[in-house]
């Protein structure tokens, strides 16, 4: 595994914000709930995806459920992807559905950077298919560190 983890210096609910600016939702099981066809799905992700080109399946808020436990954590799992550039990929090796969609923890461990973004690069499971998703995934990256950076500047 090719683990990245890049501080972002801010705080985990800016660093959540932010990153959920960046990247629209969006709710597979509505598409089929709602029988949708192929190109309905494709439609619609293209509208959203821009511009990283990847959509938010599902954020599991691991903080909230563990500090149940007593003690205060902040983090969150998210899984990440888009089904138009997924198909091909599953439809060369099904088996690449064990590393799809792509998992992207926000997490603050008390540290004096702030808080974190993590993930494990694509391209370490799914070689050359999983090349655009680590660019993908570079890109939004940037996009939250970037804003932060600018609206630091602009205090």
Request: a negative charge; proline letters at 6%; one cysteine or more.
């Amino acid at each position: 595994m090719d683990h990245v983890t890049v501080p972002t210096g801010l705080r985990y609910p800016d660093l959540v914000s932010a990153f959920e600016r960046e990247l629209p939702r969006w709710d597979p099981m509505v598409a089929l709930e709602r029988h949708a066809s192929w190109s309905d799905i494709t439609r619609d992700v293209e509208r959203l995806a821009p511009p990283h080109g990847l959509l938010i399946l599902h954020r599991v808020d691991h903080g909230a459920i563990t500090s149940l436990a007593g003690t205060t954590k902040r983090c969150s799992l998210y899984l990440l992807g888009n089904p138009i550039a997924v198909e091909p990929i599953l439809g060369a090796d099904i088996r690449a559905s064990v590393s799809l969609p792509v998992r992207v923890t926000l997490y603050d461990d008390g540290g004096a950077s702030g808080a974190h973004i993590a993930y494990e690069r694509p391209s370490a499971t799914l070689g050359a298919a999983g090349e655009a998703l680590d660019r993908q995934l570079a890109d939004v990256v940037s996009a939250v560190t970037r804003r932060r950076s600018e609206s630091t500047d602009m205090r």
